[in-house]
């Protein structure tokens, strides 16, 4: 394969496949119950990849520790990480707002490296975390002046929810770099779906009518995010650590919160503002500037990132 395809193409593709999260969730709000859907996911993804794994004699993990540590890790990345996204976007966030606060992730990532991985930033991480936020701010800030969906009280919980699924994820990938930083790739996302689904459909069944209509946009948005995200994405991900590209991956990851606007105005009809583009430059140059961490917090943020 060219080495181009390897250190370009792919890395692109991956990104390309990740900032679909909160589209296929946009698309599916309207036909499934969020929660509901995810279980069937979770089911279809994690049985589909056993099988593959299963095929291809891959090694399962062998102490007891490490299928808790599989399953803690899959209720951080799977449940409470895309639960959360779905649930808010279900109840009216915005899809480009949903991938920006999903993009502070690696910021997070970033600026807690020191007190949780002993890890010191540079100046240049220091101040990509600065500009990040401060691209968030401005973002937020005509919503916040009460021209948008913070207008009203209750349109401010998805967004505190979305941010609850952040903080999530950023905490599953502390927890892979200190207890998943080896082993099958492959039988590891099994054991997360396995730990992921029971919570997901426990709340469910508590919350929800388990409504899934069977109509193209959720058929449709269930195979793209079981095969091409939940499944195609971890292939390429383990393609790429095998030729050493997983950092071009997350220098990528800045590209998320425009792409996932582009994708949110050009099937939905989202805009923002002048302001608001600005500020979401601001965040990806700040995550562009941040995301540069060391190597074993990098890979489990691409890990982190096969969740979605």
Not at 121 to 142: K, T
Request: proline share 5%.
């Amino acid at each position: 394969m060219p080495r181009s395809v390897i250190t370009i193409g792919i890395p692109a593709l991956f990104v390309l496949l990740w900032s679909t999260g909160q589209i296929s969730a946009r698309f599916a709000a309207p036909y499934a119950d969020p929660l509901t859907f995810l279980s069937i996911r979770f089911g279809l993804a994690g049985g589909l990849i056993a099988i593959y794994a299963v095929l291809a004699g891959a090694t399962w993990p062998r102490r007891r520790i490490d299928w808790v540590h599989g399953l803690v890790s899959g209720v951080l990345l799977h449940a409470i990480y895309l639960g959360t996204v779905w649930w808010a976007i279900k109840h009216g966030l915005p899809a480009g707002i949903s991938g920006l606060i999903a993009a502070l992730q690696p910021l997070l990532t970033a600026a807690l490296a020191g007190p949780l991985a002993g890890e010191r930033l540079s100046v240049r991480q220091r101040l990509g975390v600065v500009v990040g936020i401060c691209g968030v701010v401005l973002v937020l800030y005509p919503k916040l002046a009460g021209t948008g969906f913070f207008a009203s009280g209750g349109d401010t919980i998805p967004a505190l929810v979305n941010v609850v699924g952040m903080i999530g994820v950023t905490a599953g990938t502390f927890y892979q770099k200190r207890f998943l930083h080896s082993g099958e790739l492959r039988t590891i996302a099994v054991v997360q779906y396995l730990g992921a689904t029971p919570p997901v459909l426990l709340v469910a069944l508590l919350t929800e009518n388990l409504r899934f209509e069977i109509v193209w946009p959720s058929v449709l948005s269930m195979a793209w995010s079981v095969l091409a995200m939940s499944i195609g994405a971890i292939a390429l991900m383990l393609m790429m650590i095998r030729q050493g590209a997983v950092s071009r991956v997350a220098s990528l990851i800045y590209l998320m919160p425009p792409t996932i606007a582009f994708q949110a105005w050009l099937f939905f009809d989202e805009t923002l503002s002048a302001v608001q583009i600005a500020g979401m430059v601001g965040t990806a140059v700040g995550v562009y500037l941040a995301v540069k961490v060391a190597p074993a917090v990098e890979t489990a943020t691409v890990r982190a990132a096969v969740s979605r």
